[in-house]
């Protein structure tokens, strides 16, 4: 009974084991086939696009991962739900915002610095996994012969991960030797291919076409096993329309000219006039709003521990500022008491001011005195009138001052009266006699009335100098009046002359 009992254990177990291997081998296959692209993403594979920055010009529908966002023309992005969408909103996470985010059908946002480094990792993840893959090859892309038809049939070979050296397609497209929609790829079902290239300055993926030979895939399924990977790549265009891929370029800074679906990681998109499809049906439902709430959480506790703090640290200190007070105000009290010494300074100065006005008004009066004096001449010297633009010079001779020094000089001038050949020396004092005079005639009518005036002033009592003869009837006219008439048209002469002139 024993032996039976241990040979029937040994039959169960052996079948047991048959089952799990069968159940192994044929989940292993599974696996293989339809793991597709997480390899390259890893944590990646939950965004539609992971990049550093992202700046987007026009709608998307997908959600993504970048350190940075921008957008200000109030584009919308996020997940579409339906059967040939996503399942999900799924998470979108940002690490800083410039402008504004505007999203479809409430995913789950995620912001902070933190973000940053996390994508960064994602990235760099994605980079070094795409890099240890891009020199595999199972298949070499063939020489563009035809620019309106290039095949690259991987369906060829049996792999279920074939590695195509896309070195000599990527040349060609570069080069313009094979027109955009002129590739066709053919693969199997369970078949996931891998472009690799290690072009550095740019490319654009033109549009293709992907035929499966032995039965069909989804788009999610052609997106999850078609894998553009250029590890290198600085410069990247998608043109692809309606293209279901996975493109790895962590280096690129990536502009989406058509609408592509798939998954994205780069560097940077650098704008987009078309948009990206996030299409996978594995996107997680994530109801995360536990992990939004603890940043709330973390701000309220910071805020009750500083309020303590600073209570006491206030109190304190008032206190020992009222003690300095009462010091500051003793000190500026003896400092008041010098003041009141400068103030009776100033006053003895303004005393001497007043004095000095007195001493110009006694100066004036002999101004007066002059003027009888110089009158006489005035008929006699009329050479002066030549002179009538230095006249306005004279007027300012508010300068009282300099009058007393041509009264010294009238003293002499009595002299010139015996010789009437000297007349014409006395010429510099004329000019103080012609301001004084305010009738001087300004034109030539009224020249003869300025003669009637002068000859009306007597001298019987005015004594010009010790040695000077008497005056009076019995000095002789002729020359003077001979010298009278000389000067009025003298005077007549320049006024016409310069009205004329003028």
Same mark, same amino acid.
């Given at each position: 009974?024993?032996?039976?009992? $241990?040979?029937?254990?040994?039959?169960?177990?052996?079948?047991?084991?048959?089952?799990?291997?069968?159940?192994?081998?044929?989940?292993? =296959?599974?696996?293989?086939?339809?793991?597709?692209?997480?390899?390259? *993403?890893?944590?990646?594979?939950?965004?539609?696009?992971?990049?550093?920055? *992202?700046?987007?010009?026009?709608?998307?529908?997908?959600?993504?991962?970048?350190?940075?966002?921008?957008?200000?023309?109030?584009?919308?992005?996020?997940?579409?739900?339906?059967?040939?969408?996503?399942?999900?909103?799924?998470?979108?996470?940002?690490?800083?915002?410039?402008?504004?985010?505007?999203?479809?059908?409430?995913?789950?946002?995620?912001?902070?610095?933190?973000?940053?480094?996390?994508?960064?990792?994602?990235?760099?993840?994605?980079?070094?996994?795409?890099?240890?893959?891009?020199?595999?090859?199972?298949?070499?892309?063939?020489?563009?012969?035809?620019?309106?038809?290039?095949? =690259?049939?991987?369906?060829?070979?049996?792999?279920?991960?074939?590695?195509?050296?896309?070195?000599?397609?990527?040349?060609?497209?570069?080069?313009?030797?094979?027109?955009?929609?002129?590739?066709?790829?053919?693969?199997?079902?369970?078949?996931?291919?891998?472009?690799?290239?290690?072009?550095?300055?740019?490319?654009?993926?033109?549009?293709?076409?992907?035929?499966?030979?032995?039965?069909?895939?989804?788009?999610?399924?052609?997106?999850?096993?078609?894998?553009?990977?250029?590890?290198? *790549?600085?410069?990247?265009?998608?043109?692809?329309?309606?293209?279901?891929?996975?493109?790895?370029?962590?280096?690129?800074?990536?502009?989406?000219?058509?609408?592509?679906?798939?998954?994205?990681?780069?560097?940077?998109?650098?704008?987009?006039?078309?948009?990206?499809?996030? =299409?996978?049906?594995?996107?997680?439902?994530?109801?995360?709003?536990?992990?939004?709430?603890?940043?709330?959480?973390?701000?309220?506790?910071?805020?009750?521990? $500083?309020?303590?703090?600073? @209570?006491?640290?206030?109190?304190?200190?008032?206190?020992?500022?009222?003690?300095?007070?009462?010091?500051?105000?003793?000190?500026?009290?003896?400092?008041? #008491?010098?003041?009141?010494?400068?103030?009776?300074?100033? @006053?003895?100065?303004? @005393?001497?001011?007043?004095?000095?006005?007195?001493?110009?008004?006694?100066?004036? @009066?002999?101004?007066?005195?002059?003027?009888?004096?110089?009158?006489?001449?005035?008929?006699?010297?009329?050479?002066?009138?030549?002179?009538?633009?230095?006249?306005?010079?004279?007027?300012?001779?508010?300068?009282?001052?300099?009058?007393?020094?041509?009264?010294?000089?009238?003293?002499?001038?009595?002299?010139?009266?015996?010789?009437?050949?000297?007349?014409?020396?006395?010429?510099?004092?004329?000019?103080? #006699?012609?301001?004084?005079?305010?009738?001087?005639?300004?034109?030539?009518?009224?020249?003869?009335?300025?003669?009637? $005036?002068?000859?009306?002033?007597?001298?019987?009592?005015?004594?010009?100098?010790?040695?000077?003869?008497?005056?009076?009837?019995?000095?002789?006219?002729?020359?003077?009046?001979?010298?009278?008439?000389?000067?009025?048209?003298?005077?007549?002469?320049?006024?016409?002359?310069?009205?004329?002139?003028?």
């Amino acid at each position: 009974m024993k032996k039976s009992k $241990k040979g029937f254990i040994a039959k169960i177990s052996a079948v047991v084991l048959t089952m799990a291997l069968g159940f192994w081998i044929v989940g292993g =296959i599974s696996y293989a086939s339809n793991t597709g692209n997480k390899p390259f *993403l890893g944590d990646a594979i939950e965004f539609g696009i992971v990049c550093n920055e *992202l700046v987007q010009t026009g709608d998307m529908e997908t959600n993504f991962a970048t350190g940075r966002y921008v957008c200000y023309d109030g584009s919308t992005i996020g997940n579409t739900i339906s059967d040939n969408m996503a399942n999900a909103a799924g998470v979108i996470k940002i690490g800083e915002i410039a402008g504004r985010i505007q999203t479809r059908n409430n995913p789950v946002i995620i912001k902070g610095p933190e973000v940053k480094e996390e994508v960064k990792e994602m990235i760099q993840y994605t980079y070094e996994y795409a890099k240890s893959k891009v020199t595999k090859s199972d298949l070499k892309a063939p020489e563009a012969k035809d620019m309106n038809n290039y095949t =690259i049939d991987a369906s060829a070979v049996g792999e279920d991960v074939v590695y195509v050296d896309a070195k000599n397609m990527i040349d060609a497209m570069n080069d313009g030797k094979i027109a955009n929609g002129a590739l066709t790829l053919k693969m199997k079902e369970d078949q996931t291919v891998v472009f690799n290239s290690t072009v550095k300055s740019k490319f654009t993926i033109p549009r293709y076409k992907v035929e499966i030979t032995d039965g069909k895939k989804s788009k999610e399924q052609i997106a999850e096993t078609v894998i553009w990977n250029l590890p290198e *790549l600085a410069d990247l265009n998608i043109a692809s329309d309606s293209m279901h891929a996975t493109v790895i370029a962590p280096k690129a800074g990536v502009y989406i000219s058509v609408t592509g679906e798939g998954w994205l990681v780069c560097d940077q998109v650098v704008g987009n006039s078309g948009e990206w499809h996030m =299409i996978s049906r594995k996107v997680p439902e994530v109801t995360p709003t536990p992990k939004v709430t603890p940043t709330p959480k973390v701000t309220p506790t910071p805020k009750p521990t $500083k309020a303590p703090t600073p @209570t006491p640290e206030v109190t304190p200190t008032p206190t020992p500022e009222v003690t300095p007070t009462p010091e500051v105000t003793p000190t500026p009290t003896p400092e008041v #008491t010098p003041t009141p010494e400068v103030t009776p300074t100033p @006053t003895p100065e303004v @005393t001497p001011t007043p004095e000095v006005t007195p001493t110009p008004t006694p100066e004036v @009066t002999p101004t007066p005195e002059v003027t009888p004096i110089p009158t006489p001449e005035v008929t006699p010297t009329p050479a002066p009138t030549e002179e009538p633009t230095p006249a306005p010079e004279v007027t300012p001779t508010p300068a009282p001052t300099e009058e007393p020094t041509p009264a010294s000089e009238v003293t002499p001038t009595p002299e010139v009266t015996s010789t009437p050949s000297t007349v014409i020396l006395p010429t510099p004092t004329v000019p103080t #006699t012609m301001i004084e005079d305010e009738e001087t005639p300004k034109t030539y009518k009224e020249a003869p009335k300025k003669k009637a $005036k002068t000859t009306t002033i007597l001298d019987e009592d005015v004594p010009l100098s010790d040695a000077a003869p008497e005056t009076g009837d019995t000095t002789n006219l002729f020359f003077p009046i001979i010298a009278m008439g000389a000067s009025v048209l003298a005077m007549v002469a320049v006024f016409v002359y310069r009205r004329k002139r003028s």
